[in-house]
């Protein structure tokens, strides 16, 4: 089997053969990855005439966007379709807004059907010969938070869900503490609130609690809804009485960390206690009732493949511990299409209607807590954080096998931070699969995300350009970076945002290639701008010179706060020789002359132990810069050490568990806390 030719197959197909070390050294893909990757892409190479014929495939011409009758565009730019047609020819046109259009197409490259630009963004039919084709046509970049804020600046807070308390919350944060702390800081004159992601996870494994390793990014984690917000009044209590859930609730809730494994059973008692007290033949004509049961006759299709999933996981795991894989399940399990899956979702109909009042439920609360946003004057309200893949044990591999990589894992080469790499255990979309399907899931994705909210936060946004991907069973040193098209899911993306009325925000650390961050920008997609890698070699880069476009923050989740990288509360005994007390001794004093060059501190840069006033600076130092968005961490703004996520560390570390310290009300009472937010902007209750 030739290399060169599996090579050429590569390239052709997007797989890049060879990648850059950290060290700067040119290393080679094994065509043992090379072909691991293709085959996961549908085009096999594990044998010469495997390879021959998928080369073939590649070089065929056939295009998936001819054959998928989907195309996207921008606005002011000419529209070419995959179909032959001389110019001149009379093309009809169906606007997204129902207008009716007769244009003249124009003379094409090679012929191709062009029509003359589209002038208003929207989903547009073209009818042709071959049937109705879709173009997405895009506007120019995202919706800014410029846009939304009249070019004046503004801020936020960024929060974990969970992390926050509120009454009955049974010790997970939920859309209650959400609304409360946005209310809050709406008052404190925040224009936006970013949360942690609230993509499903797995009902039936408290242990699996990752925000960022989804089952789906079509639904929500049930565990965050907020059920007073929604059910009639009183049921909740009523519930949570008869089942005897309050001291077992209480105790929860005042623990320092979530106690997922004993405080997701005890969830999940009480939102089964919901269901069946909502279904009371005593509520049959309550409003909420009827809201829910025409959610439940509505039920679409997707909804209903997960709430299966769920059902099928639950029983499947009960039966074997090990079953955690769907691929491990019997046979006629594995296909959600099968008269097996069918008959099981029959059989365990309330079962199955009970996961679609979970998402009901949830969806709900997500709205009421962007409600609570808008209503207290936010101009932007949540933000959503949304994961770079999905895990693919769960139920979107599961549901939609057909637009996965199955066999594959997202991960990151190796670099400074990390010698041997990384890999995620996350599965993505196939580029060729979004091809074939019109885009389809990716559109479902972004929607879903935007739904209940004012922005999005993308996870790892170099992944919409290009992503690292691992053979299940390899190291993260055995992958290759896979192209994905680019173009078209930025256009996608500011289309969405421009129906949404949504910011889009790019999370863009790490390496990137060069351009990239330039690239960005035009979009419309705010990157994010970290104090402490806002360095060049002369030290920290001026506030007056950071990226107007960019979302400037003192720190992020998978950082330390400022308080506690102060106090070198990161820094562990080792024994590896590297003086890392020194280190941050001197990293202290470069981050303080930085603050005193600013115009921001005087004096001796304080000890370890006092960081009170370099957490000050770091805030009057972001707000310094031209960034038309702030965003700044509630670890930060309550000047506090607790560190959401230790990357590259599990049950080590207490990743994903921080409880604040009072209620998600009173969070922000506090004089200093205050303080700290005046540096941003005034309060809102000032301007009235």
Wanted: charged content about 20%; proline content about 7%.
């Amino acid at each position: 089997m030739s290399d060169d030719t599996l090579q050429q197959l590569a390239i052709k197909a997007g797989v890049v053969p060879y990648w850059t070390d950290q060290a700067g050294r040119e290393r080679a893909v094994t065509p043992e990855t090379l072909r691991a990757i293709l085959a996961a892409l549908g085009l096999p190479a594990d044998t010469d005439s495997a390879l021959r014929n998928s080369l073939s495939l590649v070089e065929s011409g056939v295009s998936p966007v001819a054959a998928s009758l989907f195309t996207t565009a921008r606005v002011g730019q000419p529209v070419s379709l995959p179909l032959h047609a001389p110019g001149g020819s009379v093309i009809e046109i169906v606007l997204e807004s129902g207008a009716h259009r007769v244009v003249l197409s124009e003379d094409g490259y090679d012929g191709a059907l062009t029509l003359p630009p589209f002038d208003e963004p929207g989903y547009h039919t073209v009818r042709t010969a071959v049937g109705d084709f879709t173009v997405a046509t895009a506007p120019e970049r995202c919706i800014t938070f410029a846009d939304l804020n009249g070019g004046a600046p503004g801020w936020g807070l960024a929060a974990q869900i969970y992390s926050l308390r509120s009454q009955s919350d049974g010790g997970i944060g939920n859309f209650a503490g959400v609304a409360e702390l946005a209310r809050r800081s709406a008052e404190q004159g925040a224009d936006a609130l970013a949360i942690s992601p609230v993509h499903a996870l797995y009902g039936v494994e408290p242990r699996h609690f990752s925000p960022y390793s989804p089952s789906t990014r079509l639904f929500y984690n049930p565990l965050h809804a907020d059920p007073e917000a929604v059910l009639p009044e009183g049921l909740f209590r009523n519930v949570m009485e008869k089942a005897g859930l309050t001291e077992q609730m209480t105790h929860l809730s005042n623990l320092a960390q979530v106690d997922w494994i004993a405080a997701t059973p005890l969830r999940q008692t009480l939102l089964r206690g919901l269901f069946k007290a909502l279904r009371d033949p005593g509520l049959a004509a309550d409003p909420i009732r009827a809201d829910f049961e025409l959610a439940l006759a509505n039920t679409s299709p997707l909804l209903r493949a997960h709430a299966t999933f769920e059902v099928l996981h639950a029983r499947q795991l009960g039966r074997e511990p090990g079953a955690w894989n769907w691929r491990d399940w019997e046979t006629a399990y594995r296909d959600p299409e099968s008269a097996e899956v069918a008959a099981f979702a029959l059989e365990h109909a309330d079962d199955v209607a009970y996961q679609v009042f979970l998402q009901w439920l949830t969806g709900r609360s997500y709205g009421e807590a962007q409600r609570a946003c808008r209503e207290s004057g936010m101009k932007v309200g949540l933000i959503a954080d949304l994961a770079i893949g999905m895990d693919g044990s769960g139920s979107h591999a599961w549901s939609r096998q057909h637009e996965v990589l199955g066999g594959l894992s997202i991960g990151a080469p190796p670099d400074y931070y990390s010698a041997e790499g990384q890999s995620w255990g996350l599965t993505t979309f196939s580029p060729r699969g979004l091809a074939a399907s019109g885009f389809a899931p990716f559109i479902e994705t972004l929607r879903a995300s935007l739904r209940y909210v004012g922005g999005i936060r993308i996870d790892h946004v170099m992944g919409m350009s290009r992503l690292w991907l691992v053979p299940e069973g390899a190291s993260a040193l055995d992958g290759a970076y896979v192209n994905f098209p680019s173009e078209t899911l930025f256009r996608l993306i500011a289309l969405e945002s421009w129906r949404h009325r949504a910011i889009v925000i790019g999370e863009d650390l790490g390496t990137l290639p060069d351009g990239f961050r330039d690239y960005l920008r035009e979009q419309g997609v705010a990157g994010l701008r970290v104090l402490r890698f806002e360095k060049s070699e002369h030290g920290y880069i001026p506030p007056e010179e950071w990226d107007p476009a960019a979302a400037a923050l003192t720190t992020t989740h998978d950082l330390m706060p400022t308080a506690g990288w102060w106090r070198g509360a990161d820094l562990e005994p080792s024994d590896d020789g590297v003086d890392h007390q020194g280190i941050r001794a001197w990293d202290r004093g470069v981050m303080w002359g930085a603050f005193n060059n600013a115009a921001l501190v005087d004096g001796e840069r304080p000890a370890p132990e006092n960081p009170s006033s370099v957490v000050d600076a770091a805030i009057r130092f972001v707000a310094k810069t031209p960034c038309t968005l702030k965003l700044l961490s509630i670890e930060d703004a309550l000047g506090i050490d607790a560190q959401p996520n230790v990357p590259g560390t599990t049950t080590e570390k207490p990743n994903w568990r921080h409880r604040l310290q009072g209620d998600a009300a009173a969070l922000l009472d506090d004089e200093d806390v205050r303080r700290r937010l005046a540096h941003l902007g005034p309060p809102r209750r000032a301007e009235s």
